[in-house]
């Protein structure tokens, strides 16, 4: 992914609004939802989308990160066709997003219609309206050709009629139309249990479907989906993930049998979940797990030693086989049982023996177990809303020790589609790839104390090229002593005169030594006796006692012709 990709802008108007996605998704196209919002199935249908789009739309409008929504547009059909939303940024725009979900649940799903086909040009005519409207927001938004160009939309239709027979119509509605700027049109059929199987079709049907699709020169897809929250949410959220494909995003590379060049298999990426770090208001959804510190409840003012430890609750024991790892996230943090000092010895015996009992128990059974976090008072967890909850995978190991992980939840679980497949792979390539097993080392172990980053020598260079170019120069210990405490009055100038000389034939018979300036009191001399055994005559004068009036001895302050002493022996002894 090239470098000038990683901002592209939108568009830009006179007034200095700008829209821009990032490189992370560079071909993220602008989304259009139309509802076939028609009785008899509206009744049934609206309160499971309008739900759906409710709660999908809260979570695309509190994402950080790149936009992976750059644009939306919500038309509703029902005795006529009407655009609920023109196309608004989805970040940021909570507010008026929800006031449209809610004037989409206020249409009537009572009442007579005038027939399917009549539905029918409703939907030819919203997906032209569409490209129509795209094609305005970029010609009064856009500065250059180029973003133009580059921007395209995506339109999904909701129905609750027959898909096939919505896919015939808008494909013979379509054909001769303006449809550069479509990327794809999907049609999405909500059925209910009843309605299962009563739109079956054989392959000679897809086979024409398809060809039609040819011909229509965009991609057309049909996907039946169950009158349920969840189905829904998950063709919504289909939208968050990247819509790229003009570029592999990864090549994996083998050593080949001929150690020419390598086997190279090319890849594209997928996620699996969205990543709580990404909402900025979820402090409980297990966002850190760096440290000990990030799993500790939250404290306002003091330290965390006052606050009460976590509480993992535990919810179910699960399979350890029966364990994805695709919706484990973060970093695992580990374990053992404890040794607080406060605890005493008995409850500590007691509690080391529960614990390697936990370990033995899941270890000896294959088990997980399923933990969730109980929610904190309201005073330590803030605000007034619904407390959020993090829930947690526990791990056994060989040692007496734990693996907690993170464990994503339904909210933030992306839809992800990994089918089995049933047929024997290539001979040939089967072949080739077990060639270039042969060519690797194999452990039994693996010892991560054998990989080698280069981290040390990264930051070594980074704080060679952070230093200031023009270091500071340390000055010799006379000159500095001489700066940092002026000399007052002719005796005091007499005095030093001698310490002076001193330092400066230290200076001519070897390197003056570049150090802090000695403070005038002991420490002089515990810094002098460092350099050398002092002369006989630099020795401290005796603490002189008084007695005080209830009887009580003191130290008296040295006199100032004493003092003048000390700076004279600290500094001869330099």
């Given at each position: 992914?090239?470098?000038?990709?990683?901002?592209?802008?939108?568009?830009?108007?006179?007034?200095?609004?700008?829209?821009?996605?990032?490189?992370?998704?560079?071909?993220?196209?602008?989304?259009?939802?139309?509802?076939?919002?028609?009785?008899?199935?509206?009744?049934?249908?609206?309160?499971?989308?309008?739900?759906?789009?409710?709660?999908?739309?809260?979570?695309?409008?509190?994402?950080?990160?790149?936009?992976?929504?750059?644009?939306?547009?919500?038309?509703?059909?029902?005795?006529?066709?009407?655009?609920?939303?023109?196309?608004?940024?989805?970040?940021?725009?909570?507010?008026?997003?929800?006031?449209?979900?809610?004037?989409?649940?206020?249409?009537?799903?009572?009442?007579?219609?005038?027939?399917?086909?009549?539905?029918?040009?409703?939907?030819?005519?919203?997906?032209?309206?569409?490209?129509?409207?795209l094609k305005q927001f970029i010609r009064h938004t856009?500065?250059?050709?180029?973003?133009?160009?580059?921007?395209?939309?995506?339109?999904?239709?909701?129905?609750?009629?027959?898909?096939?027979?919505?896919?015939?119509?808008?494909?013979?509605?379509?054909?001769?139309?303006?449809?550069?700027?479509?990327?794809?049109?999907?049609?999405?059929?909500?059925?209910?249990?009843?309605?299962?199987?009563?739109?079956?079709?054989?392959?000679?049907?897809?086979?024409?479907?398809?060809?039609?699709?040819?011909?229509?020169?965009?991609?057309?897809?049909?996907?039946?989906?169950?009158?349920?929250?969840?189905?829904?949410?998950?063709?919504?959220?289909?939208?968050?993930?990247?819509?790229?494909?003009?570029?592999?995003?990864?090549?994996?590379?083998?050593?080949?049998?001929?150690?020419?060049?390598?086997?190279?298999?090319?890849?594209?990426?997928?996620?699996?979940?969205?990543?709580?770090?990404?909402?900025?208001?979820?402090?409980?959804?297990?966002?850190?797990?760096?440290?000990?510190?990030?799993?500790?409840?939250?404290?306002?003012?003091?330290?965390?030693?006052?606050?009460?430890?976590?509480?993992?609750?535990?919810?179910?024991?699960?399979?350890?086989?029966?364990?994805?790892?695709?919706?484990?996230?973060?970093?695992?943090?580990?374990?053992?049982?404890?040794?607080?000092?406060?605890?005493?010895?008995?409850?500590?015996?007691?509690?080391?023996?529960?614990?390697?009992?936990?370990c033995h128990t899941l270890r000896s059974r294959d088990?997980?177990?399923?933990?969730?976090?109980?929610?904190?008072?309201?005073?330590?967890?803030?605000?007034?809303?619904?407390?959020?909850?993090?829930?947690?995978?526990?791990?056994?190991?060989?040692?007496?020790?734990?693996?907690?992980?993170?464990?994503?939840?339904?909210?933030?679980?992306?839809?992800?589609?990994?089918?089995?497949?049933?047929?024997?792979?290539?001979?040939?390539?089967?072949?080739?790839?077990?060639?270039?097993?042969?060519?690797?080392?194999?452990?039994?172990?693996?010892?991560?104390?054998?990989?080698?980053?280069?981290?040390?020598?990264?930051?070594?260079?980074?704080?060679?090229?952070?230093?200031?170019?023009?270091?500071?120069?340390?000055?010799?210990?006379?000159?500095?002593?001489?700066?940092?405490?002026?000399?007052?009055?002719?005796?005091?100038?007499?005095?030093?005169?001698?310490?002076?000389?001193?330092?400066?034939?230290?200076?001519?018979?070897?390197?003056?030594?570049?150090?802090?300036?000695?403070?005038?009191?002991?420490?002089?001399?515990?810094?002098?006796?460092?350099?050398?055994?002092?002369?006989?005559?630099?020795?401290?004068?005796?603490?002189?006692?008084?007695?005080?009036?209830?009887?009580?001895?003191?130290?008296?302050?040295?006199?100032?012709?004493?003092?003048?002493?000390?700076?004279?022996?600290?500094?001869?002894?330099?």
């Open positions: 992914m090239s470098m000038d990709n990683r901002k592209r802008p939108v568009g830009s108007s006179n007034s200095g609004n700008l829209v821009y996605w990032s490189s992370s998704f560079p071909r993220q196209p602008a989304r259009v939802l139309i509802v076939e919002a028609l009785p008899p199935w509206w009744s049934e249908t609206c309160p499971v989308l309008c739900d759906a789009l409710d709660n999908f739309l809260s979570l695309a409008c509190s994402l950080d990160g790149p936009c992976r929504i750059p644009l939306l547009s919500l038309y509703a059909i029902s005795r006529q066709q009407e655009c609920l939303l023109p196309f608004v940024q989805v970040r940021g725009n909570l507010a008026r997003l929800r006031s449209c979900v809610e004037e989409l649940r206020t249409l009537p799903g009572e009442g007579c219609i005038r027939g399917a086909a009549r539905g029918g040009d409703l939907l030819r005519q919203a997906v032209l309206d569409s490209l129509q409207q856009s500065t250059g050709s180029q973003a133009s160009n580059n921007l395209s939309v995506e339109v999904t239709v909701v129905t609750s009629q027959p898909g096939r027979g919505v896919v015939r119509h808008l494909e013979a509605g379509l054909k001769g139309a303006d449809l550069v700027s479509l990327k794809r049109l999907l049609v999405v059929q909500i059925y209910s249990a009843a309605d299962w199987g009563q739109d079956s079709h054989s392959p000679e049907d897809l086979h024409t479907e398809t060809d039609d699709s040819l011909m229509l020169g965009t991609e057309v897809d049909l996907q039946r989906v169950e009158n349920s929250v969840f189905t829904m949410e998950t063709v919504l959220k289909a939208w968050l993930q990247e819509q790229g494909g003009d570029r592999e995003h990864l090549h994996l590379l083998l050593p080949s049998l001929d150690n020419l060049s390598p086997v190279c298999v090319k890849c594209d990426m997928q996620e699996r979940l969205i990543s709580p770090a990404l909402i900025p208001l979820s402090p409980n959804l297990g966002v850190k797990t760096e440290s000990v510190r990030d799993f500790l409840p939250l404290a306002k003012g003091l330290a965390n030693q006052g606050q009460p430890p976590r509480r993992l609750k535990a919810i179910k024991t699960l399979h350890a086989d029966g364990v994805c790892e695709s919706v484990l996230y973060g970093l695992p943090l580990v374990l053992r049982p404890t040794t607080c000092w406060q605890l005493d010895w008995d409850e500590m015996e007691t509690n080391h023996n529960l614990f390697h009992a936990l088990l997980f177990l399923l933990l969730h976090v109980e929610p904190a008072q309201r005073s330590t967890a803030g605000g007034s809303g619904p407390c959020v909850y993090s829930h947690y995978v526990l791990q056994p190991s060989p040692s007496l020790s734990l693996l907690l992980k993170p464990v994503v939840s339904r909210e933030l679980l992306l839809p992800c589609s990994l089918p089995v497949s049933t047929q024997e792979p290539d001979p040939d390539a089967v072949q080739t790839i077990q060639g270039c097993f042969t060519q690797l080392d194999e452990e039994c172990v693996f010892n991560p104390l054998s990989l080698s980053s280069n981290l040390y020598q990264h930051l070594r260079s980074r704080g060679l090229l952070s230093q200031p170019r023009y270091p500071y120069r340390l000055q010799p210990a006379v000159a500095h002593r001489d700066q940092s405490q002026p000399l007052e009055g002719p005796k005091a100038t007499g005095s030093r005169r001698q310490p002076q000389n001193h330092g400066r034939q230290l200076g001519m018979n070897s390197k003056a030594r570049a150090t802090v300036a000695p403070l005038p009191s002991s420490s002089s001399h515990s810094s002098s006796s460092s350099l050398g055994p002092p002369p006989a005559k630099a020795s401290r004068p005796a603490l002189k006692l008084s007695s005080s009036s209830n009887g009580s001895r003191r130290a008296a302050a040295p006199t100032r012709q004493e003092e003048n002493n000390d700076d004279d022996v600290s500094m001869v002894m330099q």
